[in-house]
């Protein structure tokens, strides 16, 4: 018989979910308010600047944002519809293509931070000092969400991805 979990793995469970449930309403909330589109969108375009020549293959944005592939699909039509994003077809395979980040795109990101970065400060930075920030990274690299970025990168970029 395979081991249950204890009470205590229960119970951080259930608070991990719900902590990550309660702080991403929070932040939508806050986009919303600042007249911004969810917080999708920025995650995208976060991802797309990242890349090498703002460029992904949807399959990529979609590993790296965690979604499903349909969701990725319909996000990235919308971003297209707006002018944040453009489709480029693959060269070297002609079924296959990228989505690349516009001017438009960076210039809608770096407006988002604005107020995505004062959520993520309302909501975590001024509840926990650093010292526990990093503790609670440490904690949640061990359940496998480090994503393999380091902090520099995030301060770097000037944003974490969610």
Known sequence: MKRKPSTEATAAWIRLMRVQSRVLDAVEQELKKAGFPPLAWYDAL???????????????????????????????????????????????????????ITEAGRELQRKMWSAYSAAIEKHVGSKLSDTDAVKLCGLLDRLGCSCGEAPSLAARDGAPAR
Do not use: H, N, W
């Open 46 to 100: 976060l991802e797309l600047s990242r890349a090498p020549s703002g460029e992904m293959r949807p399959v990529e944005l979609e590993k790296q944002m965690l979604i499903p592939q349909y969701s990725t699909s319909r996000l990235i039509d919308r971003l297209v519809d707006e002018g944040l994003a453009a489709r480029r077809e693959c060269k070297i395979d002609k079924r296959g293509q990228f989505v690349e």
